[in-house]
């Protein structure tokens, strides 16, 4: 039988819970930090993590420790919606 291993054990393939709530937002980083194309990396980013975290949920891989991570990767999908929706008014 496959045993289920924890996604962030081994390389680091996804962000942990850790990283992701210390890794600022682009509009704290100095500089130039804030353009427009930063938030669509970010997003972007977060956007394949999110695709990723949900595809070992749902196979049964992902551990139940691990799934309030979904959660944070959908806030921090939105919050650079908001910062992409706010530079475009």
Request: one cysteine or more.
């Given at each position: 039988?496959?045993?289920p291993v924890?996604?962030?054990?081994?390389?680091?393939?996804?962000?942990?819970e850790t990283s992701v709530k210390r890794t600022?937002?682009?509009l704290q980083v100095p500089?130039?930090?804030a353009k427009a194309e930063?938030?669509?990396?970010?997003r972007e980013m977060y956007h394949r993590s999110l695709h990723l975290m949900e595809d070992l949920r749902d196979r049964g891989i992902l551990d139940a420790?691990?799934?309030?991570e979904i959660e944070t990767m959908k806030a921090k999908?939105?919050?650079?919606?908001?910062?992409l929706e706010e530079r475009h008014q």
């Amino acid at each position: 039988m496959i045993q289920p291993v924890r996604a962030s054990a081994g390389p680091r393939l996804l962000p942990t819970e850790t990283s992701v709530k210390r890794t600022p937002c682009p509009l704290q980083v100095p500089g130039d930090g804030a353009k427009a194309e930063t938030w669509r990396l970010a997003r972007e980013m977060y956007h394949r993590s999110l695709h990723l975290m949900e595809d070992l949920r749902d196979r049964g891989i992902l551990d139940a420790e691990e799934i309030p991570e979904i959660e944070t990767m959908k806030a921090k999908i939105a919050e650079s919606d908001a910062a992409l929706e706010e530079r475009h008014q």
